[in-house]
């Protein structure tokens, strides 16, 4: 039995400091035995739960040396991904995965829904290779499983016997990116029937220019509804909404809360990708979260991609990826950015079904420490966790910086050479 007492601790909106108790690895009212827990005094640093990221590429990450960049288009990168892709090994897969998830754990995240390409070219390396950097880093991140037929479905033949393969061999849930297939439609309609088959979530890569005709988005929210799939479907990208007038996005936005479908906007990728045919005037063409917030769709900010053509950077930060979307869509005030955070912590459980996420008694104890004045200042100052914690178990520290100025001693380290 493991049992950390937190002192001196303070919680968002919350003014007077507090204590947290910790045992076997959730937090509890009070401890139930007699024995002494470990003490930790956090001298009024701010303690947020465990960001979350809902939608990443693990197996794609980190292979921009490998790939040649001229137009930055949607269609290169796929192109780009497929080359790349016929020399992947599951043990390169795991090496560029374990990077990423190293830079996600000190970023604060403590759980992450990774999207892993299934095709015939593919097969299930990518998958194997995640399926054990679930195992090996369960100690700091929980890992879910998307598999999904980037290169397409119906005019890939196999690819569907796969993806149920890796359903039973540990995936979680399917993925579908319906823009791949002559009938976009067909597939968003097998993958229904499939995941009602393997009772699975189903998230998609959705609706990814700023053309608002011919957008999937309306067959997802048919087929949610007719399947009683509320709840269990996301759409990614979806910047297609951005370019709708207020009063149709608004009507969208009712339809997807009755249809209960949520919605990812990844602003990294998005921002990178699209409106690369306008040279003046460039539209933001993010998916308008805030409208679509406040109509009852619940909604997260996420990754994507991290140095790959889809996104050429990435430091796998949430912070930082919820700033990004706060300052392109002028997002400012406090509870603007209390929503920000939102997108990527508790909004994000919601889309998760994360059944015990959070900071009181009976949730799980994953959660980070931050040295900021407020929750909304984390996301405005794009404030970096000093510390992290999975099942009441600290997975990581982070030294403050120190400025040296002429007067102090400046220590001397790489290298220590005196001039």
Same mark, same amino acid.
């Given at each position: 039995m493991t049992?950390?007492?937190?002192?001196?601790?303070?919680?968002?909106?919350?003014?007077?400091?507090c204590e947290l108790r910790?045992?076997?690895g959730?937090?509890?009212?009070?401890?139930?035995?007699?024995?002494?827990?470990a003490?930790?005094?956090l001298?009024?640093?701010?303690?947020?739960?465990g960001?979350?990221?809902?939608h990443?590429?693990?197996?794609?990450?980190c292979?921009?040396?490998?790939?040649?960049?001229?137009?930055g288009?949607?269609a290169?990168?796929?192109?780009?991904?497929?080359?790349?892709k016929?020399?992947?090994?599951?043990?390169?897969v795991?090496?560029?995965?374990?990077q990423?998830?190293?830079?996600?754990?000190?970023?604060?995240?403590t759980?992450?829904?990774?999207?892993?390409?299934?095709?015939p070219q593919?097969?299930?390396?990518g998958?194997?290779?995640?399926l054990r950097?679930r195992?090996d880093?369960?100690?700091?991140?929980?890992?879910?499983i998307c598999?999904?037929?980037q290169?397409g479905?119906?005019?890939n033949?196999?690819t569907?016997a796969?993806l149920?393969?890796a359903l039973q061999?540990?995936?979680?849930?399917?993925g579908?990116?319906?823009y791949?297939d002559?009938?976009p439609?067909g597939?968003?309609?097998r993958?229904?029937?499939?995941a009602?088959?393997h009772?699975?979530?189903?998230?998609?890569h959705?609706d990814?220019d700023?053309?608002?005709?011919?957008?999937?988005?309306?067959?997802?929210?048919?087929?949610? $509804?007719?399947y009683?799939?509320?709840?269990r479907?996301?759409?990614?990208?979806?910047?297609?909404?951005?370019a709708?007038?207020r009063?149709?996005?608004?009507a969208?936005?009712?339809q997807?809360?009755?249809a209960?479908?949520?919605?990812?906007?990844?602003?990294s990728t998005?921002l990178?990708?699209?409106?690369?045919?306008?040279?003046?005037?460039?539209?933001?063409?993010?998916a308008p979260?805030a409208?679509?917030?406040?109509?009852g769709?619940?909604?997260?900010?996420?990754?994507n991609n991290i140095d790959?053509?889809?996104?050429?950077?990435?430091?796998?930060?949430?912070?930082?990826q919820a700033?990004?979307?706060?300052?392109?869509?002028?997002?400012a005030? $406090?509870a603007?950015?209390l929503?920000?955070?939102a997108?990527?912590s508790t909004?994000?459980?919601?889309?998760?079904?994360?059944?015990d996420?959070?900071?009181?008694?009976?949730?799980?104890a994953d959660?980070?420490v931050?040295?900021?004045?407020s929750?909304?200042?984390?996301?405005?100052?794009i404030?970096?966790?000093?510390?992290?914690?999975k099942?009441?178990?600290?997975?990581?520290v982070?030294?403050?910086?120190?400025?040296l100025a002429?007067h102090?001693?400046?220590p001397?380290?790489?290298?220590?050479?005196?001039?």
């Amino acid at each position: 039995m493991t049992a950390l007492r937190l002192i001196n601790a303070r919680l968002p909106e919350q003014a007077e400091l507090c204590e947290l108790r910790i045992e076997n690895g959730y937090f509890v009212s009070d401890f139930s035995t007699g024995q002494t827990p470990a003490s930790l005094d956090l001298q009024s640093q701010l303690v947020l739960p465990g960001l979350l990221e809902t939608h990443i590429h693990l197996d794609k990450a980190c292979i921009m040396s490998r790939c040649q960049l001229q137009h930055g288009t949607l269609a290169e990168a796929v192109e780009q991904t497929r080359q790349a892709k016929a020399a992947f090994s599951e043990e390169d897969v795991y090496q560029r995965g374990a990077q990423v998830l190293e830079q996600a754990i000190l970023q604060g995240t403590t759980h992450m829904r990774t999207h892993v390409e299934i095709d015939p070219q593919i097969g299930l390396t990518g998958l194997h290779a995640v399926l054990r950097l679930r195992e090996d880093y369960a100690w700091a991140i929980s890992l879910q499983i998307c598999v999904f037929p980037q290169e397409g479905m119906l005019n890939n033949p196999g690819t569907e016997a796969l993806l149920v393969r890796a359903l039973q061999q540990g995936a979680d849930l399917l993925g579908g990116c319906p823009y791949t297939d002559s009938d976009p439609d067909g597939q968003i309609e097998r993958l229904f029937a499939l995941a009602q088959a393997h009772n699975c979530d189903l998230d998609f890569h959705l609706d990814f220019d700023l053309n608002p005709q011919q957008m999937g988005i309306d067959k997802v929210i048919e087929c949610a $509804e007719r399947y009683g799939w509320r709840g269990r479907v996301t759409v990614g990208h979806v910047t297609k909404l951005s370019a709708l007038p207020r009063e149709e996005l608004l009507a969208k936005a009712a339809q997807l809360a009755q249809a209960g479908v949520n919605v990812t906007c990844l602003p990294s990728t998005d921002l990178f990708l699209t409106g690369r045919e306008l040279f003046h005037n460039k539209p933001r063409g993010l998916a308008p979260l805030a409208q679509l917030d406040q109509c009852g769709v619940t909604c997260s900010l996420s990754t994507n991609n991290i140095d790959n053509p889809f996104t050429p950077y990435g430091d796998a930060s949430l912070v930082r990826q919820a700033n990004l979307f706060a300052n392109v869509s002028q997002l400012a005030t $406090e509870a603007e950015l209390l929503r920000c955070l939102a997108w990527v912590s508790t909004e994000s459980a919601r889309l998760l079904r994360l059944p015990d996420y959070g900071l009181t008694p009976g949730c799980k104890a994953d959660f980070v420490v931050f040295d900021a004045p407020s929750a909304a200042a984390v996301v405005a100052q794009i404030k970096a966790p000093l510390m992290g914690f999975k099942a009441g178990r600290q997975t990581f520290v982070r030294e403050q910086p120190q400025l040296l100025a002429p007067h102090r001693h400046q220590p001397l380290e790489i290298g220590q050479r005196l001039a």
